[in-house]
T-cell receptor
Framework: AQSVTQLDSHVSVSEGTPVLLRCNYS??????LFWYVQHPNKGLQLLLK??????LVKGINGFEAEFKKSETSFHLTKPSAHMSDAAEYFC??????????????FGKGTHLIIQP | NAGVTQTPKFRILKIGQSMTLQCAQD?????MYWYRQDPGMGLKLIYY???????DKGEVPNGYNVSRSTTEDFPLRLELAAPSQTSVYFC??????????????FGNGTRLTVT
């Protein structure tokens, strides 16, 4: 069985400073990994995905994440935070589940606060 | 390109009432999902479907029912609404080919309050 741990429930940074949102996973097999962003009263939007190609993945809005198999981590970073980045972020693990369709596991989310 | 469309956006139900949350996608995705989101709890899977005529329970199916008569539509039925069903409900879909590599596409959610 796989699991996902988002290590911080809340992260607060100042505008213009770097963002680091941490995600660790456990899985017996090589997973696909995703980061989603949810702005208030909106659905989840895909930021980026890792699917066994390059370990450094670039996403939308200047975000990127690095897959580190040895550390079982997939941390999300951005060099310079913008006020519009304030949102909830979810890390998701996806595994091939054989005959079933659901091999998805969601983290509990990290609330990113941007201070002016 | 509408993507995943959910209706209604908001609904208030009295205890014991029933309703259907609608979800439609226009991307010809085989896999569709219903999640509920409670504050600080992330997303929990209610039901999912791998194609028309095929549905299966997720983590929290009690009190809900689904059907999938077409590829496009995946309605969620609440029978005898209870306050514990107060939540935000999200429908999502993804392609069936190489599904585990493909991302979910989400609707904007239905905010349901049961009083």
């Amino acid at each position: 069985a796989q699991s996902v741990t988002q290590l911080d429930s809340h992260v607060s940074v100042s505008e213009g400073t770097p963002v680091l949102l941490r995600c660790n996973y456990s899985s017996s097999y090589s997973p696909s990994l995703f980061w989603y962003v949810q702005h208030p009263n909106k659905g989840l939007q895909l930021l980026l995905k890792y699917t066994s190609a390059a370990t450094l993945v670039k996403g939308i809005n200047g975000f990127e994440a690095e897959f580190k198999k040895s550390e079982t981590s997939f941390h999300l970073t951005k060099p310079s935070a913008h006020m519009s980045d304030a949102a909830e972020y979810f890390c998701v693990v996806s595994l091939y589940s054989g005959g079933g369709a659901d091999g998805l596991t969601f983290g509990k989310g990290t609330h990113l606060i941007i201070q002016p | 390109n509408a993507g995943v469309t959910q209706t209604p956006k908001f609904r208030i139900l009295k205890i014991g009432q029933s309703m259907t949350l609608q979800c439609a996608q226009d991307m010809n995705h085989n896999y569709m999902y219903w999640y509920r989101q409670d504050p600080g709890m992330g997303l929990k899977l209610i039901y999912y479907s791998v194609g028309a005529g095929i549905t299966d329970k997720g983590e929290v199916p009690n009190g809900y029912n689904v059907s999938r008569s077409t590829t496009e539509d995946f309605p969620l039925r609440l029978e005898l609404a209870a306050p514990s069903q107060t939540s935000v409900y999200f429908c999502a879909s993804r392609t069936g080919r190489g599904a585990y590599n493909s991302p979910l596409h989400f609707g904007n959610g239905t905010r349901l309050t049961v009083t």
